[in-house]
C-alpha cells in the first residue's frame, strides 16, 4: 500500500496495467477482463483504495465485453463528463480512480441504467 500524506488515504500499489486504466484512463480490451463473464455473489470493490462500490446483485450480462452494472453502493461512485464531451466517466468517490463510463437509456435492465465498468479496475470481494 501507499500512504499518502494530507487526506490519509492508504492506497493498493498498482501494477502496470492497471495504473493505465485505473489512473491514466485507459480501457481495457473488451472480453479480456476477469469479470465479464463472473456472477458470484460478493462486493466488487475498488482495486487501488478497496472502498466498496457494487454488490453482486446489481451485476447484469449486457454482452458489451465488460461487467455491468445497473446501479452502484449509494455514495461510492461520482459521475463525471468524459474529456471527449460524448459520454460520462465513473470514478470511484473516495480516491477518483477511474472506473469506466455510465450509460442511460438502453433498456437493459428495469433501471435503465448500465455501469460498463474495467475489469481492472475492480477486487471481488466473496460474500460469507
Known amino acids: 500500500m501507499i500512504y499518502l500524506t494530507g487526506n490519509h488515504m492508504k492506497l493498493n500499489k498498482l501494477n502496470t496495467e492497471e495504473t493505465k486504466v485505473i489512473v491514466y484512463k485507459a480501457t481495457e480490451a473488451p472480453f479480456s477482463g476477469e469479470y465479464d463473464n463472473f456472477f458470484e455473489e460478493g462486493t466488487y470493490v ?9 454488490i453482486s446483485d446489481a451485476k447484469f ?34 480516491c477518483g480512480a477511474h472506473l469506466g463510463h ?3 437509456g438502453e433498456k437493459y435492465t428495469i433501471k435503465n441504467t448500465r455501469h460498463c465498468v474495467n475489469s481492472i479496475s475492480l477486487k471481488f470481494i466473496p460474500k460469507k
Request: include cysteine; aromatic fraction near 8%.
Open 46 to 54: 475498488c482495486r487501488q483504495c478497496d472502498t466498496p462500490l457494487y
Open 61 to 94: 450480462h449486457s454482452g458489451c465485453g465488460w461487467p455491468s452494472f445497473d446501479s452502484e453502493i449509494p455514495g461510492a461512485v461520482r459521475r463525471v463528463p468524459d474529456k471527449d464531451g460524448k459520454r460520462t466517466e465513473i470514478i470511484c468517490a473516495t
Open 102 to 104: 455510465v450509460f442511460i
